[in-house]
């Protein structure tokens, strides 16, 4: 089985996945894999199966799996102390405006970075180049460093050119469709649909019938994938043999990648003011199509999210992320060396440049390093909601997805009614998604479904757990 690409790019990435979970990969099979040949074996699994199986049965560093558990009890054993409930008790005037603030926010940084998505993840001779590609795009254009929307204006030369979207600085009017926006209307939908006892089947059942399959990518394809190759017809209601951790894992090289970090909003902030809630309904979306870091990136983000209805200060909100992953992960590891480098460096490039010579050869969509490229930018722009989402998309990488969860955070804390208008006003509150179900739909109407959510998880939160 494919899905996402062929299966020999599939064995390619996993090599690389099964490194960073601590294999040792010995020569034999490194060899043989060497051997294939891109094109004339693509397709090739006669030869290219019983080298995944051989590859995904190597042992694991075992120190490192221990730091590393899936499962949510697990995970909450190894996390630090942290504030479980910051008990945000709004008026409805203050709550709208800070639901509107936080979807106007996403939105935003999504439309900012979607032009430059594809050139924020360049490679050139193995090297990461997007940074410097928007860089140089922008300075021809004399709009660095970015203060608005990316322009499309064509200038003499070869250089790197945008996507041609309905982001770009000529012609955005509202928010476009776009993953990183559906899946918030995706963990909305599903909590107006289930409510807070919603379980991954429930998300994936409503995946099914919302979400064009070509709207879903690389982690999300080859989940959805394995949840379709072993149900039948009308799941959840028939019968099947898929659990979250076959979903996640068969030929999934990518679940470690970005894609459940992209989906956290919806959760937390049907969770503000609830970080360790907001972690846990991000781990029962996130535990079925990704592992490890994958799912901590998510749970991180959601906690962070869920805080900024409460904690402005951008030291303390990556703090309380900390908080619900593991102490010892790769992404605790990490974020804490970031943290360094902030106090260490004057601006965001040459914090930039410390990330990128610290994992030089890390997929662009990872998890950590765009988490990495989040915190850089609630730092550096200080919560400032133009300043935070142009400084992320300024970091190059995946520029949509980070401008997006940086958006949703300092529009959580600024409101709607301080955010400004400079960037938010352009987009006429507007969404015109392309899933199943949601119709063009005003960004206020949004915070007002929000809210009504809210509240049904804190009646539930106060009828089932225990304070």
Known sequence: MAGWTTPYHLLREEFTQRRDEGCQVPAELAERFAALDAERDAWRTDRIDPLYDAVMALPEDAALAACEPNELAAIRALRPGGPRDLHWQPSEAEALDRFHGAWTGRCVGCALGKPVEGMGMGVREGRLVGRADIKRYLSERGDWPLRDYISARELPGDGPRVWATGSVRERIDCMEPDDDIHYSLVGLGVLEATGPDFTWQDVAAFWTSHIPFAMICTAETQAILNLWNRSCHGWPRGKGAATSEWTRRWRNPYREWIGAQIRSDGWAWACAGKPELAAEFAWRDASWTHERNGIYGAMFCAAMQAAAFVESDPCRLIAIGL??????????????????????????????????????????????????????????????????????VMCGLDTDCNGATVGSLVGAVSGRARFGDGLAARLNDTIKPGIVGFAEVRMAELARRTLVQWRRVEAWRGANVAV
């Open 323 to 392: 908080s619900e992953i593991p102490a010892q992960c790769r992404l605790a590891r990490q974020v804490r060396a970031a943290l360094g480098w902030v106090d260490a460096c004057p601006d965001f490039e040459a914090c930039m440049e410390r990330l990128e010579a610290a994992l030089p050869t890390m997929s662009a969509v990872h998890t950590i390093n765009n988490a990495l490229v989040c915190v850089l930018a609630l730092c550096y722009g200080a919560m400032d909601p133009t300043r935070s989402v142009t400084t992320a």
